[in-house]
């Protein structure tokens, strides 16, 4: 599977960004699809993560209740959408499929899309 994130810009502070991770390859829908971000000079940080059917989402404490992930298996497509921006969001987003191990960890994910540049600014 190749994971491909988009939908990335630069937005003011207090605006809102959905970002897509599509999907390419048959077992796309049978794993957890996560997203991180880098930011320069930091490492790796865990965004959100959903389960193979959506039934489930985790998000960390930075991003919860402005931010929602979804999916649509039929697209073979991922979504992130982030609302009430900060620059503080300002980083790398990636998307990866979800191996195992703890939600939070990138060590438990692979097929890292290339990533997608997200500048909030203030």
């Known amino acids: 599977v190749q994971l491909q994130a988009s939908g990335g810009g630069l937005v003011q502070a207090g605006g809102s960004l959905r970002l897509s991770c599509a999907a390419s390859g048959r077992t796309f829908n049978n794993f957890p699809i996560g997203w991180f971000r880098q930011a320069p000079g930091k490492e790796r940080e865990f965004v959100a993560v959903?389960?193979?059917?959506?039934?489930?989402?985790y998000y960390a404490d930075s991003v919860k209740g402005r931010s929602t992930i979804s999916r649509d298996n039929v697209k073979n497509t991922v979504y992130l959408q982030m609302n009430s921006l900060k620059p503080e969001d300002t980083a790398v987003y990636y998307c990866?499929?979800?191996?195992?191990?703890?939600?939070?960890?990138?060590?438990?994910?692979?097929?890292w899309g290339q990533g997608t540049q997200v500048t909030v600014s203030s």
């Open positions: 959903i389960t193979w059917n959506g039934g489930s989402t």
């Open positions: 990866a499929r979800r191996r195992g191990g703890a939600w939070v960890d990138p060590k438990g994910y692979d097929h």
